[in-house]
Protein backbone atom coordinates (compact mmCIF):
# COMPACT_ATOMS: atom_id res chain seq x y z
CA UNK A 1 0.00 0.00 0.00
CA UNK A 2 1.31 3.15 -1.22
CA UNK A 3 1.78 6.16 1.37
CA UNK A 4 0.64 8.51 -1.64
CA UNK A 5 -2.70 6.67 -2.43
CA UNK A 6 -4.02 6.49 1.18
CA UNK A 7 -3.42 10.21 1.41
CA UNK A 8 -5.52 10.65 -2.16
CA UNK A 9 -8.02 7.83 -0.65
CA UNK A 10 -8.43 9.96 2.59
CA UNK A 11 -8.28 13.33 0.95
CA UNK A 12 -11.36 11.90 -1.25
CA UNK A 13 -12.94 11.17 1.90
CA UNK A 14 -12.62 14.18 3.37
CA UNK A 15 -14.55 16.20 0.51
CA UNK A 16 -17.39 13.91 0.52
CA UNK A 17 -17.58 14.81 4.26
CA UNK A 18 -16.86 18.41 3.37
CA UNK A 19 -19.87 18.40 0.37
CA UNK A 20 -21.86 16.53 2.52
CA UNK A 21 -22.20 18.47 5.62
CA UNK A 22 -22.66 21.45 2.85
CA UNK A 23 -25.34 20.14 1.77
CA UNK A 24 -26.94 19.45 5.79
CA UNK A 25 -26.49 22.98 6.32
CA UNK A 26 -28.20 24.35 3.26
CA UNK A 27 -31.04 21.61 3.85
CA UNK A 28 -31.30 23.35 7.47
CA UNK A 29 -31.04 27.05 6.27
CA UNK A 30 -34.00 25.52 3.37
CA UNK A 31 -36.12 24.40 6.38
CA UNK A 32 -35.25 27.27 8.13
CA UNK A 33 -36.71 30.14 5.78
CA UNK A 34 -39.70 28.01 4.58
CA UNK A 35 -41.37 27.95 8.60
Given at each position: HDME????MSL???YNL???SS???RLHN???TSK
Open positions: EDAADHYIKMLVVDLG
